[in-house]
């Protein structure tokens, strides 16, 4: 099972990102979704989260309003919207994914995308 993110890039403050995780040998219907995200010299935080459903989303506090997370199971893919960059948006994203009982398990990991945002 692998997890494949994409999307990232260079952008100016204020603009917008769109990135994208595709799944590949397995199914993730039964799976929550998460994104994360590491700024050099820290800690890797969550961004945002979508259930199994889709019917439930959380999100950092630093990113409500701002961002959007949404999935697509018939493509096994995961999305985030990133709206109103700021610098401190700058990291490497992470996507995750959990089991539907488990839902704090985060089992399988992306190899990250970088996203750099100018002041």
């Known amino acids: 099972v692998q997890l494949q993110a994409s999307g990232g890039g260079l952008v100016q403050a204020g603009g917008s990102l769109r990135l994208s995780c595709a799944a590949s040998?397995?199914?993730?219907?039964?799976?929550?979704w998460g994104w994360f995200r590491q700024a050099p010299g820290k800690e890797r935080d969550f961004v945002a989260a979508i259930s199994w459903s889709g019917v439930t989303t959380n999100y950092a506090d630093s990113v409500k309003g701002r961002f959007t997370i949404s999935r697509d199971n018939a493509k096994n893919t995961v999305s985030l919207q990133m709206n109103s960059l700021k610098p401190e948006d700058t990291a490497v994203y992470y996507c995750?994914?959990?089991?539907?009982?488990?839902?704090?398990?985060?089992?399988?990991w992306g190899q990250g995308t970088q996203v750099t945002v100018s002041s």
């Open positions: 040998g397995g199914t993730f219907t039964n799976y929550h």
């Open positions: 995750a994914a959990a089991p539907r009982y488990r839902p704090r398990d985060y089992d399988y």
